[in-house]
């Protein structure tokens, strides 16, 4: 499943790039164009984003990558005498 994951995460991004230049190098006088590529290379971001969360969260469970350094809240912590 994970393969599946990365290969939609590398043809979204290239949507995305693709579609992104299109957008930009459109004319002025065709604002259809413009707008249909914005749309798609949206959705092509959205989508690419989505997928590398969830490889990054994958490699993360598996082991593959090593977890980020987050730190556990304690019952004890405390701020100038409030509790968090």
Do not use: C
Not at 22 to 45: E, F, H, S, Y
Not at 59 to 64: C, H, K, L, Q, V
Not at 65 to 76: G, L, M, T
Request: proline share 2%; aromatic share 10%; hydrophobic share 50%.
């Amino acid at each position: 499943m994970h393969k599946a994951i990365a290969i939609a995460n590398v043809i979204a991004w290239s949507g995305f790039w693709a579609f992104g230049y299109l957008a930009l190098t459109a004319g002025t006088n065709q604002p259809g164009q413009m707008v249909t590529a914005a749309i798609l290379a949206g959705l092509g971001g959205a989508v690419g984003l989505l997928a590398f969360l969830w490889l990054a969260r994958h490699a993360e469970a598996t082991g593959y990558a090593k977890p980020a350094n987050r730190a556990d809240k304690r019952d004890d912590d405390e701020i100038h005498g409030e509790v968090l």
